[in-house]
Every structure is written in C-alpha cells, then in structure tokens.
C-alpha cells in the first residue's frame, strides 16, 4: 500500500464522494482501497460513476481532465477500473506499486 | 451544478464542458434519454465524453421521475417535458442561443416536440430511434402495461437486493415506481403522434438515424418527406438498440453533425 500522502489524501476523498453518491447503507468508507473496483467490488451503477465525475469535477475542476482520461473508454471498460487508477489519474502521477 | 431546481422539480443534470479547442467554438448540446430503464448515463462514454473532447458543450439531464431526477406522481406528458426542458435551458443560462437537443427513443420525441413549442430555442435536432408516427403509442402500452403488471406487488426487487444484486434491484425498482406509482402509462396514453404538419413546420436541421430492423423507420421516413431539412441516416444490421448497439457509427454521425452545428453559418459572417 502507498503511503504517498497526496495519493491518500485523494483515496480519502474519493472515498467521502463515493459514499456520498451512494448512500453510507449500501458503501462503507473502510471497504474503499486503492484496488477497490467500481463494478466488481461497489457494484457501482453508471449513473453514479456519473454523479462521482461531478463531484470529482467540482472539487479538482478541469485539473481532473476526465474527458481526456475516459474518451476512449465505453462504460464497461469506466466500470472495470480501480479506485487507485482513478487516484493515479488526478495526482497525476501513478500511485506507487505495494512494497515487494 | 448537479442538481437544478426547474419547473418546481429537483433535476440531476450533468455538465460536461467542452475540451480545450482553441480558435472554435463548439456547439452546445442537451441529450434527452429513452423511458423507465433509462438515465442520463446511456449517454456517458457513447456520445457525452467524445463530444466534449471534440469541443463542444453538452448537457446530460435525467428526465422527470427518471435516474437521480425527483420521482413526482404526474407530470409524464410531452407537454410538461417540454415545460421541464425549456425551465431548465433558462436555469442554465442556455436560452439565449439556440441548443442542438440529441433524443434518443421517447427522448427524441420530447425533443422535436420542443423543437415545434419553442423554435428560438433549438438550432437543430439528432433523433436516436425516436418514435413519431404511426402505432408506438399502442405499441409502447401494451409493453409497458405487462412490465407494470409484472412488477405490481412483486418481491423481485427485494429478492435481488438481498442477493446482492444491487444494480438489477434499484433499476426493477425505478421501473416499478415509474409504472405503478406514477400516471406515466395514462401520460402516454393520452399522448397524440406527430402529423405531417408538425413535421412541415419544423424550422431547424433535423438528423433521424434508425435501426434498419426497427419499427420506428417509417415514421422517420415520413418525417423526412415533410421536414424542410431532414437527413435519415439507417444503420444496418440493428433494431431499436442503436444507442448501445451501434455505437461506433452513431458517434461518427452525431459528431460530425455537432462539428456543422459549430460551424458558423454563411450568412452570420459579419466583415
């Protein structure tokens, strides 16, 4: 697990946008890790992912350049990515690989 | 941002704005989604996300009792759709220049719908399968009648949410809210089709694009035969589906249309 305190810093914010998107009843803060999977592991639906690029739009503004990141992407290939990808995107560097 | 009060109903609208294309000016764009199953993120990743990077302003909304939008118990006539859009094109600031509206199915209907109520305020339209004419009204009951009657009363949506099934859940939920909770089914009863006078008094660019499999193609036929500037676009091989079926050619399509509706017109070039 990074200890980058800027990637950790967006993992923890991220994760207030997702359980705010999706109700605390359905996502705890302490399931959401940087492995964390949109649609495998939180089941998101595309609306939400929807709600949580507003929100994310709203916070890092057009620095976030979601369109860039998702324009070659269908909604399938938006769903399989992880937490940490999305955290990558954003700090704009890659959150580091777990310690071997 | 994401939710705007209009028409006295809380809507979940989506703004994305346009990429960095320095010398052009995009167009602006509202996407109006299909009935019951459908929410503003159909058009995510398949148009909203490339049209964006191609320049252009686009506006997502989920329609009145639809995705994120609030649930009221009446209100699901064309009419007041066309009152929601044009409260909410004013909420936005988007009523002083003309929008291009892209509708996909029942989206596509409220869409020329406006365009016929309020031609100041549509520069254009792009029709996704959009039923018009002929006998989708009896057509659309009759599905939507047994889906409601199937949902009345039924567990399933508490049956998949216990399994985990979280997203099959909420969606057979919305449809059961939508169907029996709401008067959406008399709405559209209620409803009439176009005429070849609406079509003939359409004022703006009109692009029609349909499934060759599907039913909807006569009506888009005949709206290209009285429209003044209609284009219909069939794209082989598929049905009603051509949002998610189809995708590929469909985005070439809309964005090359979004890329005319951007270019400014011959006589508004001032010296």
Redesign the interface.
Same mark, same amino acid.
Do not use: C, W
């Given at each position: 697990m990074t200890t980058d305190p800027t990637a950790m810093r967006i993992l923890a914010e991220i994760t207030a946008m997702l359980v705010q998107t999706v109700g605390d009843e359905?996502l705890l803060a302490e399931e959401v890790t940087f492995d964390t999977t949109f649609n495998e592991d939180l089941?998101l $639906?595309? =609306?939400e992912?929807?709600?949580l690029? $507003?929100?994310l739009?709203?916070r890092y503004g057009?620095a976030a350049d979601? =369109?860039?990141f998702?324009?070659e992407?269908?909604?399938e $290939? =938006?769903l399989a990515l992880t937490v940490g990808d999305l955290v990558a995107h954003i700090s704009g560097t890659p959150v580091s690989a777990p310690a071997a | 941002? %994401?939710e705007i009060l209009a028409n006295s109903l809380r809507f979940?609208v989506?703004r994305? /704005?346009a %990429?960095d294309a320095p010398g052009e000016a995009g167009a602006t764009a509202v996407f109006l989604h299909g009935l019951v199953v459908d929410?503003?993120?159909?058009f995510?990743? *398949?148009l909203a996300? /490339?049209a %964006?990077?191609d320049g252009h302003d686009i506006v997502?909304y989920?329609l009145r009792g639809h @995705?994120?939008t609030e649930r009221p118990p009446t209100g699901y006539d064309t009419a007041t759709a066309v009152q929601d859009l044009t409260a909410l094109l004013g909420a936005l600031g988007l009523d002083t220049r003309p929008v291009t509206l892209v509708g996909n199915s029942y989206g596509g209907t409220i869409a020329l719908r406006t365009a016929l109520a309020r031609p100041d305020l549509v520069a254009g339209l792009i029709l996704i399968e959009a039923p018009l004419s002929g006998p989708w009204i009896e057509n659309m009951l009759d599905t939507l009648s047994v889906a409601a009657l199937d949902l009345e009363g039924s567990k399933v949506p508490k049956e998949l949410a216990s399994l @985990?099934a979280?997203?099959a859940a909420?969606l057979t939920a919305t449809a059961d809210e939508l169907l029996n909770r709401t008067s959406l089914i008399d709405d559209i009863a209620a409803g009439r089709v176009f005429t070849a006078e609406d079509f003939a008094q359409l004022r703006c660019p009109v692009l029609a694009v349909c499934g060759e499999h599907s039913e909807l193609v006569p009506g888009a036929e005949e709206l290209a035969r009285h429209a003044p500037d209609c284009t219909i676009r069939v794209l082989p091989g598929l049905g009603h589906d051509v949002l998610q079926g189809g *995708?590929d050619e469909l985005r070439r399509v809309v964005l090359d249309r979004l890329a005319a509706a951007a270019r400014p017109q011959p006589d508004a070039v001032t010296v």
């Open positions: 359905f089941a $639906e595309s =609306i992912f929807v709600a690029a $507003e929100l739009r709203q057009a979601l =369109i860039s998702l324009a992407k269908d909604m $290939e =938006i | 941002m %994401a979940h989506h994305l /704005p %990429a929410n503003l993120s159909s995510y990743a *398949t996300v /490339p %964006a990077r997502l989920d @995705g994120r @985990g979280r997203k909420r *995708t």
